[in-house]
Protein backbone atom coordinates (compact mmCIF):
# COMPACT_ATOMS: atom_id res chain seq x y z
CA UNK A 1 0.00 0.00 0.00
CA UNK A 2 0.88 4.03 -0.27
CA UNK A 3 1.56 5.79 2.88
CA UNK A 4 0.87 9.24 2.26
CA UNK A 5 1.73 11.39 4.98
CA UNK A 6 1.67 15.05 6.21
CA UNK A 7 5.26 15.03 7.85
CA UNK A 8 7.62 12.64 7.20
CA UNK A 9 8.84 12.29 10.54
CA UNK A 10 11.25 9.75 11.87
CA UNK A 11 8.48 7.65 13.48
CA UNK A 12 6.21 7.50 10.53
CA UNK A 13 9.69 6.63 8.62
CA UNK A 14 9.86 3.40 10.86
CA UNK A 15 6.22 2.58 11.29
CA UNK A 16 6.46 2.51 7.12
CA UNK A 17 9.11 0.17 6.79
CA UNK A 18 7.42 -2.46 9.69
CA UNK A 19 4.05 -2.65 7.84
CA UNK A 20 6.00 -2.90 4.29
CA UNK A 21 4.95 -0.06 2.73
CA UNK A 22 4.76 -0.46 -0.92
CA UNK A 23 5.90 3.15 -1.53
CA UNK A 24 6.04 6.32 0.80
CA UNK A 25 4.80 9.83 0.01
CA UNK A 26 5.28 12.95 2.26
CA UNK A 27 2.61 15.93 1.27
CA UNK A 28 5.62 18.57 0.31
CA UNK A 29 6.84 15.70 -1.97
CA UNK A 30 3.60 15.59 -3.82
CA UNK A 31 2.71 19.20 -3.68
CA UNK A 32 2.35 19.79 -7.50
CA UNK A 33 2.89 16.37 -8.60
CA UNK A 34 -0.64 15.12 -8.28
CA UNK A 35 0.33 13.26 -11.55
CA UNK A 36 3.27 11.48 -10.85
CA UNK A 37 1.39 10.77 -7.28
CA UNK A 38 -1.55 8.96 -8.92
CA UNK A 39 0.81 7.00 -11.26
CA UNK A 40 2.75 5.46 -8.30
CA UNK A 41 -0.69 4.42 -6.86
CA UNK A 42 -1.56 3.16 -10.40
CA UNK A 43 1.71 1.58 -10.44
CA UNK A 44 1.35 -0.01 -6.70
CA UNK A 45 -2.50 -1.59 -7.91
CA UNK A 46 -1.18 -2.62 -10.56
CA UNK A 47 1.40 -4.64 -8.86
CA UNK A 48 -0.84 -6.15 -6.26
CA UNK A 49 -2.94 -7.33 -8.91
CA UNK A 50 -0.29 -9.57 -10.70
CA UNK A 51 1.19 -10.39 -7.32
CA UNK A 52 4.82 -10.05 -9.35
CA UNK A 53 7.49 -10.33 -6.64
CA UNK A 54 9.63 -7.78 -5.86
CA UNK A 55 12.47 -7.35 -8.28
CA UNK A 56 15.19 -5.71 -5.35
CA UNK A 57 13.34 -5.86 -1.69
CA UNK A 58 15.50 -3.24 -0.64
CA UNK A 59 13.06 -0.60 -3.29
CA UNK A 60 10.29 -0.31 -0.18
CA UNK A 61 13.31 0.52 2.52
CA UNK A 62 14.85 3.07 0.17
CA UNK A 63 11.81 4.88 -0.67
CA UNK A 64 11.13 5.46 3.00
CA UNK A 65 14.87 6.37 3.56
CA UNK A 66 15.12 9.17 0.85
CA UNK A 67 11.64 10.54 2.07
CA UNK A 68 12.86 10.70 5.53
CA UNK A 69 14.31 14.45 6.19
CA UNK A 70 16.71 13.49 8.94
CA UNK A 71 19.88 11.91 8.82
CA UNK A 72 19.76 8.19 7.81
CA UNK A 73 21.76 5.12 8.76
CA UNK A 74 21.86 1.25 8.09
CA UNK A 75 24.01 -0.67 10.63
CA UNK A 76 24.42 -4.37 9.75
CA UNK A 77 26.51 -6.67 11.90
CA UNK A 78 28.92 -3.44 13.02
CA UNK A 79 28.66 -2.25 10.07
CA UNK A 80 27.50 1.03 8.36
CA UNK A 81 25.85 -0.63 4.92
CA UNK A 82 23.73 3.12 4.08
CA UNK A 83 24.13 6.44 4.78
CA UNK A 84 22.33 8.78 2.92
CA UNK A 85 23.80 12.55 2.19
CA UNK A 86 22.74 13.90 4.77
CA UNK A 87 24.21 11.35 7.29
CA UNK A 88 27.37 11.31 5.55
CA UNK A 89 27.67 15.42 6.02
CA UNK A 90 27.15 14.25 9.72
CA UNK A 91 29.77 11.93 10.21
CA UNK A 92 32.36 14.43 7.93
CA UNK A 93 32.54 11.25 5.10
CA UNK A 94 32.19 12.13 1.32
CA UNK A 95 31.00 8.25 0.79
CA UNK A 96 30.36 5.71 2.43
CA UNK A 97 33.48 3.45 1.80
CA UNK A 98 35.08 6.28 4.11
CA UNK A 99 33.01 4.74 7.12
CA UNK A 100 33.54 1.18 6.03
CA UNK A 101 36.26 0.51 9.15
CA UNK A 102 34.83 3.08 11.35
CA UNK A 103 33.30 0.97 14.45
CA UNK A 104 29.35 2.85 14.57
CA UNK A 105 28.94 2.68 18.19
CA UNK A 106 32.27 4.85 18.24
CA UNK A 107 31.18 7.36 16.38
CA UNK A 108 27.27 7.22 17.31
CA UNK A 109 27.15 8.10 20.98
CA UNK A 110 30.42 6.87 21.96
CA UNK A 111 30.90 6.17 25.92
CA UNK A 112 27.10 5.99 26.00
CA UNK A 113 25.31 3.04 27.34
CA UNK A 114 22.51 3.60 25.18
CA UNK A 115 23.74 3.14 21.43
CA UNK A 116 26.76 0.42 22.85
CA UNK A 117 28.14 -1.98 19.81
CA UNK A 118 25.78 -4.93 21.88
CA UNK A 119 22.82 -2.58 21.99
CA UNK A 120 22.99 -2.27 18.31
CA UNK A 121 23.09 -6.05 18.30
CA UNK A 122 19.68 -6.58 20.13
CA UNK A 123 17.86 -4.12 18.22
CA UNK A 124 19.10 -5.65 15.14
CA UNK A 125 18.04 -8.77 16.64
CA UNK A 126 14.33 -7.10 17.36
CA UNK A 127 14.49 -7.58 20.73
CA UNK A 128 15.10 -3.79 21.53
CA UNK A 129 14.64 -0.72 20.10
CA UNK A 130 15.84 3.12 21.20
CA UNK A 131 13.18 5.64 20.41
CA UNK A 132 14.47 9.46 20.84
CA UNK A 133 17.12 9.58 22.76
CA UNK A 134 19.52 12.34 23.07
CA UNK A 135 23.46 11.96 22.21
CA UNK A 136 26.35 13.31 20.94
CA UNK A 137 27.41 12.28 17.31
CA UNK A 138 31.51 12.30 16.40
CA UNK A 139 32.24 12.54 13.20
CA UNK A 140 35.56 11.63 11.58
CA UNK A 141 37.08 14.76 12.17
CA UNK A 142 36.04 15.22 15.70
CA UNK A 143 33.08 17.50 15.57
CA UNK A 144 30.36 16.64 17.81
CA UNK A 145 26.54 17.13 17.03
CA UNK A 146 23.83 16.65 19.84
CA UNK A 147 21.17 14.21 18.43
CA UNK A 148 17.86 12.74 19.11
CA UNK A 149 18.47 9.03 17.82
CA UNK A 150 15.68 6.78 16.86
CA UNK A 151 16.93 2.94 15.96
CA UNK A 152 14.69 -0.26 15.07
CA UNK A 153 15.28 -3.28 13.35
CA UNK A 154 14.46 -3.91 9.58
CA UNK A 155 15.49 -6.06 6.69
CA UNK A 156 18.36 -5.06 4.62
CA UNK A 157 19.45 -7.70 1.69
CA UNK A 158 17.19 -10.43 3.32
CA UNK A 159 19.07 -9.82 6.33
CA UNK A 160 17.70 -8.36 9.40
CA UNK A 161 19.67 -4.87 9.76
CA UNK A 162 19.21 -1.67 12.32
CA UNK A 163 17.72 1.36 10.91
CA UNK A 164 18.89 4.85 12.24
CA UNK A 165 17.59 8.11 12.18
CA UNK A 166 19.74 11.12 13.74
CA UNK A 167 18.08 13.78 13.91
CA UNK A 168 20.14 17.10 14.40
CA UNK A 169 19.04 19.15 17.52
CA UNK A 170 21.66 21.71 18.33
CA UNK A 171 19.61 24.19 17.06
CA UNK A 172 17.22 23.10 20.26
CA UNK A 173 19.98 23.00 22.43
CA UNK A 174 21.12 26.68 21.73
CA UNK A 175 17.11 27.93 22.31
CA UNK A 176 17.29 25.96 25.56
CA UNK A 177 20.86 27.53 26.73
CA UNK A 178 19.84 30.85 25.63
CA UNK A 179 16.14 30.61 27.97
CA UNK A 180 18.13 29.17 30.65
CA UNK A 181 21.05 32.26 30.69
CA UNK A 182 17.91 34.67 30.37
CA UNK A 183 16.67 32.90 33.34
CA UNK A 184 19.29 33.30 35.60
CA UNK A 185 19.99 36.77 34.26
CA UNK A 186 16.42 37.43 35.05
CA UNK A 187 16.40 35.96 38.77
CA UNK A 188 19.87 37.80 39.60
CA UNK A 189 18.11 40.97 38.34
CA UNK A 190 17.03 43.58 40.79
CA UNK A 191 14.97 45.11 38.11
CA UNK A 192 11.00 43.88 38.10
CA UNK A 193 10.31 41.48 34.98
CA UNK A 194 7.66 39.60 33.68
CA UNK A 195 6.34 37.76 30.93
CA UNK A 196 2.86 37.83 29.24
CA UNK A 197 1.68 35.23 26.16
CA UNK A 198 -0.37 36.59 23.49
CA UNK A 199 -3.62 37.35 25.50
CA UNK A 200 -1.68 39.52 27.89
CA UNK A 201 -2.02 36.26 30.77
CA UNK A 202 1.27 36.65 32.86
CA UNK A 203 3.41 33.74 32.77
CA UNK A 204 6.46 34.63 34.48
CA UNK A 205 7.64 36.72 37.23
CA UNK A 206 11.09 36.99 38.39
CA UNK A 207 12.04 37.47 42.28
CA UNK A 208 12.71 41.07 42.52
CA UNK A 209 8.59 41.45 40.55
CA UNK A 210 7.68 39.83 43.64
CA UNK A 211 9.55 41.41 46.28
CA UNK A 212 7.93 44.78 44.86
CA UNK A 213 4.56 44.50 43.57
CA UNK A 214 3.90 42.09 46.92
CA UNK A 215 2.06 39.22 43.98
Known amino acids: FILFTD ?6 ASRAITANVTD ?13 VATVIAQAIEYHDRRR ?31 DEDALGLLAADRLRDIDDVEPADVLAPGS ?13 GTRR ?4 EATVVSLDGESTPVE ?13 VFLICRDISSRK ?5 LERFRRAAE ?13 TITYVNPAFEEITGY
Not at 7 to 12: C, F, S, T, V
Open 7 to 12: DGDEEG
Open 24 to 36: YLTKEQAAGAWDD
Open 53 to 83: PIADPNLTVRAVLEATPDPTLIVQDGSFRYA
Open 113 to 125: QSLSAEMLEEIQA
Open 130 to 133: VDRF
Open 149 to 161: LTGTSITWEDEPA
Open 174 to 178: ERKAK
Open 188 to 200: ASGHAIYITDADG
